[in-house]
Every structure is written in structure tokens, then in C-alpha cells.
């Protein structure tokens, strides 16, 4: 269980570091990497396509995709602005950012969701669509669902505590 206090003492101690890592891990986000795999491309065109293209309208970051497993050569403008961004946040957002982002594997799917653009459980779904599509296909793997379900009721605790709901 996530402990929210020290969590804000770690980042407000190590910021710029903090802030640089997740930056650059930014850059292998989950929603960068496509499946070649026609169905399951077109649930990602219409589920991450919409969080990229906002990504691109409120914040001028235009990330580059791949269906590859290397990342795809970013921008340096968008690294200038994602560290902007990052450093312009409270110290909540800051926390609730790191510890979506951890979670999601997605600091982009954590930037919409500390951002209000989706909610906790909607980032969850965007960042493990590809697991769900393919339990949904094969059938469910009980250690992957216990672990998903785990998984989101933090994000869940992360929204409570970002939106002044949580106890910790």
C-alpha cells in the first residue's frame, strides 16, 4: 500500500531527478508501442489515439509511434516541455504523477489522468488494453487478474488522495 506522506517527501528531496527519469521514460511509454496486429490496432487507434492527440493540443507534445520494439527517436522539444510541465506541478500532482505513471507504465496515460482528462479506472483500461484484449480472447490467467486488480485499486487510492479524498 502506497504511502502517500513519504511518497511527497521522496519527490520534494530528489525532485530534478525524479522529474528527469520520468521525462525520459516518457519516451518508452506503453501508448508509443503499436501492435502490427489489425484488431488489436484498431482498439488502440481508438482508445490511445484521442489521449495522443490531446497530448498534442494542450501541450504541444507530438510523439512519434512504432510498431517496433526499439523507441522511436523523440523530439528535444518535447523533452524541454514535458520537463516544464512536470516542474510546474504542485507537489500532490507531482506525487500523484510518479506514482500513476509507476503503476501504468504510462507517464503520458498519467499526465491525462492527473490532468482530469480520464479518470483512474480509464487509465487502467488504456494501459493494460492490449492484457485485456487477449484474456478477453484466451480466456483469464488468475495470477495476471489478481495482479491488474491490484494494480487499479491503487490508482484508484492515488485518485482519492489526488482529488483530497484519501486519509494518508
Do not use: C
Amino acid at each position: 500500500m502506497i504511502d502517500f506522506r513519504q511518497a511527497e517527501e521522496e519527490i520534494k528531496a530528489h525532485k530534478s531527478e525524479v522529474i528527469e527519469k520520468l521525462v525520459n521514460f516518457s519516451f518508452t511509454d506503453v501508448i508509443l508501442f503499436w501492435s502490427p496486429k489489425e484488431d488489436i490496432k484498431k482498439l488502440q487507434t481508438e482508445k490511445w489515439l484521442p489521449v495522443l492527440e490531446w497530448l498534442d493540443k494542450r501541450f504541444s507534445l507530438t510523439l512519434k509511434k512504432t510498431e517496433n520494439l526499439i523507441p522511436p527517436q523523440q523530439n528535444e522539444h518535447n523533452r524541454d516541455s514535458f520537463t516544464e510541465i512536470l516542474n510546474q506541478m504542485s507537489l500532490k500532482s507531482l506525487t500523484a504523477f510518479y506514482l500513476a505513471a509507476v503503476q501504468l507504465k504510462s507517464p503520458l496515460l498519467a499526465l491525462a489522468f492527473v490532468e482530469d482528462k480520464i479518470t483512474a479506472a480509464e487509465a487502467f483500461e488504456l494501459a493494460y488494453l492490449e492484457e485485456l484484449y487477449q484474456s478477453e480472447s484466451w480466456g483469464v490467467d488468475e495470477e495476471a487478474e489478481k495482479s491488474r486488480q491490484s494494480i487499479k485499486e491503487e490508482l484508484l487510492r492515488i485518485e482519492d488522495f489526488l482529488h483530497g479524498k484519501s486519509n494518508d
